[in-house]
Structures are given as structure tokens and as C-alpha cells.
């Protein structure tokens, strides 16, 4: 009965917010689209999720090495680098440059 009681707490607390704020209704101060697309671009987001990228997969890489060579004290080169090669183009499916164009081109056109 106690779990049940906690449940039904829990989604209480999580739903109650999101329809305070439905009925709230729209504030005539909420930014439109293009100016919240604006202030990214102002604030170099684009370069900075570059970038928040790249040091994620130089992370990732870093510790898959150094787990490795936890596991393999006396790795060779050349098993390291077949490692190192596992993150290479990790991200390169994410169309992230594809995004960013679709988003200011539409920005662009209104």
C-alpha cells in the first residue's frame, strides 16, 4: 500500500507543473522561433556543440585506451591504435551541420 502511495505522489508531482503551465496560457514575452534561434547563433552554439563533440569522443577515446591498457599492461602500438580506431567517425552520422542549416535557413526566409 506504501508503494502505491508513493506512485501516486510521484506522478502527482510530475504532472502537476506541466498543467499549471497549460493553463497559464501563452505570455505575450515568450520568444517567437527566430528569436531564440538568434540567440544561439549569437552565442556561437553551433561551434560550442562542435566542439562539446569533440571532447566527448577525445574522452571516450582516452578512456577506452586507458581501460585497454588495464586490461593489456604491455599493449603493442599497434593494438592501441586498432582501439584509437574505434572512435574514429564515431559522431559522423549525426547530421548536425544538416540541423543547423535547416534551422536558420528557415529563420532566414520569414
Same mark, same amino acid.
Given at each position: 500500500? &506504501?508503494?502505491?502511495?508513493? @506512485?501516486? @505522489?510521484? @506522478?502527482?508531482?510530475?504532472?502537476?507543473?506541466?498543467?499549471?503551465?497549460?493553463?497559464?496560457?501563452?505570455?505575450? !514575452?515568450?520568444?517567437?522561433?527566430?528569436?531564440?534561434?538568434?540567440? %544561439?547563433?549569437?552565442? &556561437?552554439?553551433?561551434?560550442?556543440?562542435?566542439?562539446?563533440? $569533440?571532447? @566527448?569522443?577525445?574522452?571516450? +577515446?582516452?578512456?577506452?585506451?586507458?581501460?585497454?591498457?588495464?586490461?593489456?599492461? !604491455?599493449?603493442?602500438?599497434?593494438?592501441?591504435?586498432?582501439?584509437?580506431? %574505434?572512435? !574514429?567517425?564515431?559522431? $559522423? $552520422? %549525426?547530421?548536425?551541420? +544538416?540541423?543547423?542549416?535547416?534551422?536558420? +535557413?528557415?529563420?532566414?526566409?520569414?
Amino acid at each position: 500500500m &506504501h508503494k502505491l502511495t508513493a @506512485v501516486l @505522489v510521484v @506522478v502527482v508531482a510530475l504532472t502537476l507543473p506541466a498543467t499549471l503551465i497549460a493553463q497559464a496560457g501563452e505570455s505575450p !514575452n515568450v520568444p517567437d522561433r527566430t528569436d531564440v534561434l538568434k540567440l %544561439l547563433e549569437l552565442m &556561437h552554439a553551433r561551434i560550442q556543440m562542435k566542439q562539446t563533440i $569533440d571532447g @566527448v569522443t577525445k574522452q571516450m +577515446r582516452l578512456g577506452a585506451e586507458a581501460g585497454f591498457k588495464l586490461k593489456v599492461p !604491455n599493449a603493442t602500438p599497434e593494438q592501441l591504435a586498432k582501439v584509437d580506431k %574505434l572512435f !574514429n567517425g564515431i559522431f $559522423d $552520422d %549525426l547530421p548536425l551541420e +544538416r540541423w543547423w542549416t535547416q534551422s536558420f +535557413r528557415s529563420t532566414k526566409s520569414t
